[in-house]
């Protein structure tokens, strides 16, 4: 199948249309050392994709201080991480956009094709402004949407719907393994955006948005 054959292409937005990551990666990385220890790049990778409560517990347990805090204490913690995330993400430009997003949704929009965010952020709106691209979108799923986080396919499914479009006929991109589980959960064809030595059981694996055509398939 070839991509432009799909009716939705739904995009996670850290990571894949744009290079927020590592401003997660360093605000949860300031908590961390406010707590006394260090978080690896290869911490970070099993925070990609998973909200942010979720994420706190992860660094917690990560710290070895799983049963540490009050509820209340772990609501300020994470808290005070989007305070900072905000901070570094306040001068977003355009230009932080990954190489080839505007091309391909460019791409996507002259063939007919729908396109949809699927994030886990609370904080998509505010980042998707700022790059300038919200019109690029017909439904944009963010964690203020959904009950349910990655690998749940929620997200997903509720893309999907919206446009009445069965899952079948939906393709993810997406950095995350939460997420590629949250996809293949919904029915649909992941398509990694990384390795297969990071990411598993994707029917695609590319650099970025602007590698997508230049790999093969990997469907029966
Ligand atoms: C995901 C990121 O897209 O959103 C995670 O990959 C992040 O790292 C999650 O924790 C929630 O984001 P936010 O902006 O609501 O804290
Ligand atoms: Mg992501």
């Known amino acids: 199948m070839d991509i432009y054959g799909f009716e939705l292409i739904i995009f996670d937005l850290d990571g894949v249309i744009v290079d927020t990551a590592k401003y997660h990666y360093l605000a949860w990385k300031e908590l961390a050392d406010k707590l006394g220890f260090s978080l690896t790049l290869e911490h ?44 570094y993400i306040h001068n977003l430009k355009e230009d932080e956009l990954l190489p080839g997003t505007k091309e391909f949704l460019t791409e996507l929009k002259s063939r007919g094709i729908k396109t949809a965010i699927g994030s886990a952020s609370k904080n998509a709106l505010p980042i998707l402004d700022k790059l300038d691209v919200i019109h690029f979108f017909d439904v944009i799923i963010d964690g203020n949407a959904t009950d349910k986080a990655k690998p ?23 950095d995350a393994q939460a997420g590629i589980e949250a996809a293949l959960a919904a029915g649909m064809t ?31």
């Open 190 to 220: 992941a398509i990694a955006v990384g390795s297969p030595e990071n990411l598993k059981g994707a029917s695609m694996y590319v650099a970025g948005l602007d590698h997508f055509q230049r790999v093969s398939w990997n469907m029966p």
């Open 44 to 87: 970070n990778e099993r925070l990609k994709g998973i909200s942010r409560t979720r994420s706190l517990e992860i660094i917690l347990e990560i710290g070895g201080l799983a049963d540490a805090f009050t509820p209340e204490q772990k609501e300020e913690m994470a808290t005070a991480k989007n305070t900072r995330y905000m901070e």
């Open 152 to 174: 749940h396919p929620e997200v997903f499914l509720l893309a999907a719907e919206k446009l009445g479009i069965p899952p079948e006929n939906c393709a993810v991109f997406e």
